[in-house]
């Protein structure tokens, strides 16, 4: 009744001016604690992408090309074993994963504690030692060759061509410098990376769930095949990526297994940056295709899993 | 309804020492609605799970038409169950979710069996047109309905009912509890139902189990369990009861409050100690020198159709319905025809029910709390 209706005084100016920002304040509050971490990824994610995409359609002059995909074509061998080994390694990490996945998540809460711990105990230790390790293993004159040796398999397998006059007779197994030694490697260092999301998900299923497919005449076989398996997808889908992007990508593990013939497209690019063969322009380009590639693969198995919740795609 | 379908004999199960089934013997006939009913943990859900076959019982007999099947895997048995929070399979459609037990069927069902089938048990259960929707965006009423679809389309025998509607509101149950008579009536199976909910038992029930401790209390028709409790427990359990400490004198002479009552019961020996019922809907409220025995008023709740009051008779409080309204503190006489009490040989449970010294108008809710109903045997 008696408000003033003077002209608004200095509080009041304050207060049309403060107002509307502690509103906002209050309103996106919860948001504001994810600002450090969305500056972060400006900074050091987004930026350099950019920075990817211009040194990738510029030339070392500061032109715009498309040189340097054109020249990506003396690497399409490159590309494929890259692909190949990745795909054969998340393969065989699914194979494996996917049934100890399975036998952890039935076992007790305290059995499964102490599997995942061992399960993750590997990494508590540097991924590079752990790489230098099978190292000393595969080698010609590694622990394996050397205890194969010791128990006579070599003089064994000589033994047996001793009538051929061509053969020369051998003293190790070619381990180390296979696509075989990088496979291992990345199929040494990524599977609890495949078992971990497949055995959340499917400790999460509702055991009544399972009786219900039972009680509906689902035999143990059918109860899989048409229950867990499709319920479990989203894990799955999780592991593969989680599995495939970080083997792509791979330089150390193809570096220390896989020798200098068997290059990959992560040795490719470091080479384009640190190597001899500087050239971040190709580096860049090469780094481009390498995302598209991934991105096309997730986004085609994320269809599989669609309906499920969806998977981490990076 | 007089062939006799299933039979455990002598079941017993113990999980971790702790018995939880005490040599249960029970018969339950072709086409029968049953209900096994009792307060958390009295056993009702490890029998349920035991005649579903996931579980066994460490010792006994379970017989399914004449044939023991303590061994037999539940997808092998002609039992179906309805889940207490549905279990629908989050991956698949309506449609699939009825069809999954079809599916696997062998020999073979043709596609267009199948569908048949999935549209009768969606009509069934009044959810036509649903077919292709996802369950998780369906109601806990409509989940509920496409798992007794789901159990129902392989045309069991019997069907298992775990606290289906525990999980649902009071109006959408009641609604449930008539429409699942009626889906009893139409498919003409044996259901077995479980639940704590003794209004539940009586409105749907051809026969009440009442459970506890891992042991029968009584068997019978929703009528008889009501009005001829074998126990206190039963009594104290089924409804609303006074269960009053007497001594029967002699046929159709009960003695309580130092005075002789008529009542209609006999077969007692003379001067027994026994435990006398009466309901409190069965008691008349007259003016105190008109009555029986005397007491005074101490609290009253409005309930809508009656007033529940507490009335303290020597020390020990009755409740009593009533549509009188009688002030707080007001001394009242009471009357109890003879048919008003019922007579109880004494049991372990003599002394633990019937006194309304602590009720209150909170004591309903806590005792309906559908809590973890269906989870005390795990």
């Known amino acids: 009744m008696n408000r003033s209706s003077a002209p608004a005084g200095f509080k009041e100016r304050v207060a049309s001016v403060w107002l509307p920002v502690k509103s906002f304040l209050e309103r996106y509050r919860r948001q504001s604690f994810a600002y450090p971490y969305v500056l972060w990824m400006a900074l050091f994610v987004v930026i350099p992408i950019i920075l990817i995409g211009v040194y990738a359609f510029t030339s070392a002059e500061g032109g715009f090309t498309l040189e340097n995909f054109s020249g990506i074509t003396n690497?399409?061998?490159?590309?494929?074993?890259?692909?190949?080994?990745?795909?054969?390694?998340?393969?065989?990490?699914?194979?494996i994963g996917y049934p100890v996945a399975l036998a952890i998540s039935r076992m007790d809460a305290k059995a499964q504690r102490i599997m995942l711990m061992l399960i993750m105990l590997p990494m508590w230790i540097n991924f590079l030692l752990r790489t230098y390790a099978w190292m000393s293993l595969l080698e010609n004159t590694g622990l394996i060759n050397r205890m194969l040796a010791a128990i006579g398999v070599f003089d064994?397998?000589?033994?047996?061509?001793?009538?051929?006059?061509?053969?020369?007779?051998?003293?190790?197994?070619?381990?180390?410098?296979?696509?075989?030694?990088?496979?291992?490697?990345?199929?040494?260092?990524?599977?609890?990376?495949?078992?971990?999301?497949?055995?959340?998900?499917?400790?999460?299923?509702?055991?009544?769930?399972?009786?219900?497919a039972q009680d509906l005449g689902a035999s143990s076989r059918t109860v899989f095949?048409?229950?867990?398996?499709?319920?479990?997808?989203?894990?799955?889908?999780?592991?593969?990526?989680?599995?495939?992007?970080?083997?792509?990508?791979?330089f150390v593990?193809?570096?220390?297994?896989?020798?200098?013939?068997?290059?990959?497209?992560?040795?490719?690019?470091?080479?384009?940056?640190?190597?001899?063969?500087?050239?971040?322009?190709?580096?860049?380009?090469?780094?481009?295709?390498?995302?598209?590639?991934?991105?096309?693969?997730?986004?085609?198995?994320?269809?599989?899993?669609?309906?499920?919740?969806?998977?981490?795609?990076? | 309804m007089s062939k006799e379908l299933i039979r455990l004999v002598e079941c017993r199960k113990e999980f971790d020492g702790e018995v939880v089934l005490d040599s249960i013997n029970l018969a339950i006939k072709d086409k029968e609605f049953l209900t096994l009913l009792g307060p958390s943990g009295c056993g009702k859900t490890t029998t349920l799970r035991i005649i579903g076959g996931f579980l066994k019982p460490d010792s006994g007999k379970v017989i399914f038409d004449g044939v023991k099947i303590n061994d037999v895997p539940p997808h092998k048995r002609k039992i179906n169950t309805v889940f207490q929070k549905y279990a629908l399979f989050t991956h698949l459609?309506?449609?699939?979710?009825?069809?999954?037990?079809?599916?696997?069927q062998r020999p073979k069902l043709s596609e267009k069996e199948i569908t048949r089938r999935v549209q009768e048990a969606l009509e069934l259960v009044a959810l036509k047109g649903y077919e292709k929707r996802s369950v998780s965006q369906l109601s806990g009423g409509q989940q509920q309905r496409i798992a007794i679809a789901r159990a129902i389309v392989n045309r069991p025998q019997v069907l298992l009912l775990d606290e289906p509607l525990g999980a649902l509101d009071l109006k959408l149950r009641k609604d449930m509890q008539r429409e699942l008579k009626q889906i009893q009536q139409q498919v003409g199976i044996t259901f077995i139902y479980v639940t704590h909910d003794q209004e539940e038992a009586l409105t749907m029930s051809d026969t009440v189990v009442v459970m506890n401790k891992g042991e029968i209390q009584q068997i019978g028709t929703p009528v008889d369990i009501y009005n001829e409790p074998n126990n206190a427990f039963v009594a104290d359990f089924?409804?609303?009861?006074?269960?009053?400490?007497?001594?029967?004198?002699?046929?159709?002479l009960v003695r309580m409050y130092g005075r002789n009552f008529p009542c209609l019961d006999e077969g007692f020996a003379p001067n027994e100690s026994i435990d006398v019922v009466v309901r409190p809907e069965d008691i008349d409220i007259v003016p105190v020198e008109q009555g029986q025995i005397t007491g005074t008023v101490t609290d009253v709740t409005f309930k809508g159709m009656q007033y529940d009051i507490i009335v303290d008779f020597q020390g020990f409080k009755w409740l009593i319905q009533t549509t009188d309204h009688s002030p707080v503190g007001a001394k009242i006489g009471v009357k109890i025809d003879p048919d008003g009490f019922h007579i109880m040989k004494k049991s372990e449970y003599s002394g633990l029910y019937g006194d309304y010294s602590s009720y209150s108008a909170e004591y309903d809710e806590l005792s309906a709390d559908p809590g973890d109903g269906g989870q005390e045997d795990e």
Request: charged content about 10%.
């Open chain 1, 156 to 212: 064994w397998i000589n033994a047996m061509h001793s009538g051929n006059p061509n053969y020369t007779p051998i003293t190790h197994f070619q381990l180390i410098n296979t696509n075989g030694a990088v496979v291992l490697g990345m199929v040494y260092n990524y599977l609890p990376f495949m078992i971990l999301p497949i055995q959340s998900v499917i400790v999460k299923i509702d055991p009544f769930v399972i009786e219900a």
């Open chain 2, 93 to 104: 459609n309506v449609f699939e979710n009825i069809a999954f037990g079809l599916r696997i």
């Open chain 2, 238 to 252: 089924i409804g609303e009861s006074n269960i009053i400490d007497g001594i029967m004198v002699s046929d159709h």
């Open chain 1, 225 to 250: 095949r048409k229950v867990i398996f499709p319920l479990s997808l989203s894990g799955v889908i999780s592991g593969i990526t989680m599995v495939f992007v970080p083997s792509v990508s791979t």
């Open chain 1, 75 to 95: 690497y399409i061998p490159v590309f494929g074993r890259s692909l190949w080994l990745a795909l054969v390694a998340t393969a065989i990490c699914f194979i």
């Open chain 1, 253 to 314: 593990i193809s570096r220390l297994l896989g020798g200098s013939t068997n290059m990959l497209l992560g040795d490719l690019i470091e080479m384009q940056f640190m190597g001899a063969a500087y050239n971040p322009h190709l580096g860049s380009a090469i780094s481009l295709i390498m995302m598209a590639i991934v991105v096309i693969c997730m986004s085609v198995m994320n269809k599989f899993g669609e309906g499920e919740e969806q998977a981490v795609v990076m």
